[in-house]
């Protein structure tokens, strides 16, 4: 059985930093990509990061430079470091995957930042 946990979320000040995590179970991590998605207060769930299982990442542009994701196999986990953050990236960042073509969610963690 497939499970994600996030964890890392809380409430943090403008500018501030956050580190979110992933732990998976009940797959073979190291040749899953990885995505984190971000659900803002009345809106839609958008994604925010991406790691393949070569370590190839990419961003949506309105987190780049700011925010880094990265994977640890041996762990079955991702992170999600988040600096400089911002309010309007306050939401709820979720843990996601495809896996023998069924998508996989976690329940998500909130972070909140305040100005």
């Known amino acids: 059985q497939v499970q994600l946990v996030e964890s890392g979320g809380g409430l943090v000040q403008a500018g501030g930093s956050l580190r979110l995590t992933c732990e998976a179970s009940?797959?073979?991590?190291?040749?899953?990509?990885i995505n984190w998605y971000r659900e803002a207060p009345g809106k839609e769930r958008n994604l925010v990061a991406t790691?393949?299982?070569?370590?190839?990442?990419t961003y949506a542009d309105s987190v780049k430079g700011r925010f880094t994701i990265s994977r640890d196999n041996a762990k079955s986990t991702s992170y999600l470091q988040m600096n400089s953050l911002e309010p309007d990236d306050t939401g709820v960042y979720y843990c996601?995957?495809?896996?023998?073509?069924?998508?996989?969610w976690g329940r998500g963690t909130q972070v909140t930042v305040s100005s």
């Open positions: 009940g797959i073979n991590f190291p040749i899953i990509k």
């Open positions: 790691i393949t299982n070569t370590g190839t990442t």
């Open positions: 996601n995957l495809n896996y023998y073509h069924l998508n996989h």
